[in-house]
């Protein structure tokens, strides 16, 4: 580490040596090497070692809903549940509703504070999941999880734009993406291999040496500046209207996903009333951000271009298409082709296989070429296609047909999880990265809740129409009917087993075509956006801090003769009055 040539600590100067000028552009003037917005700085151990917690962190939601998805059956079954939607819906509910505020937060308190707050919250979450004794205590633990989930999304989004330039991100996207993948990858396996030994609820306790390692990682190494204002302000300051508009509107529009076609008819009451209450509510937060909101949780700059509102809406359709597909795939290999609950894990590992490789080489070609809308059509055609190919599938089609269809989707998922960042930042400055990544992770989370609730309200429907009714008398109702059958198939009589599987395959093939439908959306979507410039400039209020370095500043360098410079005091700037200058 260099030494501090130069430390002034006093405005004062009685010893009448020379005074360096307080305006920037005089202390610009000292500097030789003043900064450039293109340039990228070295990346250090300390880099590397917050960017491994990040992955860590960001990885925790994807290990959730693969690995929960799978053992739905087994845990549906032992805890003698009737309400499996809300296992998964209660969780992605809770990421979403808190994300809009994760970006207040990260500004006011700090990222620090926004990432250790939601790994306790994930923590304490799994915990209670792994000690649920029933299905009400399984989802109330299941929305603390989602709490912590949603928060940390958004931390690590935010960190990881703190740290590396718009323009070098698709490489670091992509890296990222490999780690979310992996754990996507290698959830449905662990879920379904703790399921099938009777030891699900180590599905929720591993999360917490993966949070512990995490946090300790960011303890040591995201040395960051943490804003000095009373905590009393720092409340005040967030938008509490917004937040609470945006939550009951989301909230209405989830409960009415979960109960349509399940608990209650599409056309009915319970069912029309939250879900136009919600789709008002968040007209109503839009219409206040706009005008009313003293500090908006979604500045108007945020959706006012063209560019950037196709990202966020590609961003919304990912997610739709992606737990569609991850959430109910296993049902279909469970229920069809007679697979284990690992079994469906390990048909799974190709989507995260190619995507891991298509997330990585699509990024990176977004760093070779400066351009990131051919990527962005091509991923899009991708999903459409294999989508299409999904609903040619029957009870007989072979397992070689499955998972080389999923692996077109795969390879199209992945790389859009990794790009549909960059039309949403472009158009924006820097300092909009906050409550830019929070919109984002909201419309992503989101986009999830649709994904897993239209799917099993697709599902349900679906079943009671197709299925005997010899074997539905043999069944539990309600919500649980696709999960409580699977168990049973085995044992059925030859004929009516086949029925059964063919009524599976039928219902689960609605849901291919909504996903197919999702995927057109999102391609028209994206032929609207522009080619912008992607920029290298970077927060600075947000870098690493290193070394001897102090708590508000980044290291300047000078490369300036030392006794010149001992020669001069450094009065005070912005409110600092001690920098350190290396040489």
């Known amino acids: 580490m260099p030494r501090p040539a130069y430390s002034a600590s006093s405005p004062d ?10 305006d920037e552009q005089s202390v610009s003037e000292l500097f030789i090497e003043p900064f450039d917005s293109t340039f990228t700085p070295a990346h250090d151990r300390t880099f590397w070692l917050v960017f491994l917690g990040n992955c860590l962190a960001s990885s925790l939601t994807a290990l959730e809903v693969s690995s929960v998805a799978t053992a739905l059956p087994t845990i549906t079954r032992d805890l003698n549940g009737t309400s499996f939607i809300w296992v ?84 670091y996207n992509g890296l990222t993406s490999v780690a979310w993948a992996i754990q996507f990858g290698i959830g449905p396996v662990i879920g379904g291999a703790l399921a099938q030994s009777g030891k699900w609820r180590w599905i929720f306790f591993i999360n917490i040496p993966l949070c512990t390692v995490s946090a300790v990682l960011y303890a040591f190494f995201l ?133 891991v490789v298509s997330s990585i080489i699509s990024g990176a070609s977004i760093r070779v070429t400066g351009v990131y809308r051919p990527q962005l059509w091509l991923s899009w055609t991708l999903l459409l296609v294999g989508a299409g190919l999904y609903t040619t599938l029957n009870a007989d089609s072979s397992i070689g047909k499955i998972i080389g269809y999923l692996s077109i989707m795969a390879s199209g ?46 599902l349900q429907n679906q079943l009671h129409q197709r299925l005997p009714q010899d074997f539905i008398g043999q069944s539990q109702t309600g919500d649980t009917l696709a999960y409580a059958a699977i168990p049973l198939i085995a044992s059925l009589p030859d004929e009516l087993k086949q029925q059964v599987r063919q009524a599976f395959a039928g219902s689960v093939r609605v849901i291919w075509i909504a996903v197919a439908g999702v995927a057109g959306c999102g391609l028209i979507t994206s032929l609207f956006m522009k080619q912008l410039k992607l920029h290298s400039d970077m927060n600075e209020d947000w870098n690493l801090q290193r070394g001897d370095q102090g708590p508000e500043l980044n290291t300047l360098k000078a490369n300036v003769d030392p006794p010149k410079l001992a020669s001069l005091e450094l009065v005070d700037i912005k409110g600092v009055t001690e920098i350190p200058i290396y040489i």
């Open 223 to 355: 040395r960051v500046r943490t804003p000095a204002d009373h905590w009393k302000d720092k409340l005040s300051s967030l938008d509490w209207i917004g937040h609470t508009l945006v939550v009951s509107a989301t909230t209405a529009c989830c409960v009415a996903l979960a109960w349509s076609g399940t608990e209650h008819a599409w056309n009915s009451i319970a069912v029309l009333v939250p879900l136009i209450l919600g789709i008002l509510g968040l007209a109503v937060f839009v219409v206040y951000e706009a005008r009313y909101a003293r500090n908006p949780l979604v500045p108007p700059s945020l959706i006012s271009t063209v560019t950037g509102v196709s990202g966020y809406v590609q961003t919304f359709m990912n997610s739709v298409f992606m737990l569609g597909v991850i959430y109910y795939l296993p049902v279909y290999l469970q229920a069809c082709k007679g697979t284990s609950a690992v079994g469906a894990g390990v048909d799974q590992l190709a989507y995260t296989f190619v995507g």
């Open 13 to 22: 100067n009685p010893s009448g040596t020379n005074r360096l000028q307080t």
């Open 413 to 458: 998922v992945g790389s859009l999880l990794t790009i549909t960042y960059f039309p949403v930042l472009a158009p924006l400055p820097v300092s909009s990265n906050g409550p830019a990544l929070a919109l984002f992770m909201f419309l992503r989370n989101f986009g999830q809740v649709w994904g897993v609730t239209i799917g099993g309200a697709i």
């Open 88 to 171: 998964g819906s209660a969780y992605t509910l809770a990421a979403t509703a808190c994300v809009p505020l994760c970006g207040g937060l990260a500004e006011v308190f700090g990222r620090r504070f926004l990432a250790f707050s939601s790994l306790i919250l994930i923590v304490v979450g799994s915990a209670l999941c792994g000690a649920a004794t029933n299905m009400s205590f399984l989802i109330a633990a299941r929305t603390v999880q989602g709490l912590g989930g949603g928060g940390i999304s958004a931390a690590t989004a935010i960190i990881i734009s703190d740290l590396v330039s718009l323009k070098d991100r698709g490489l």
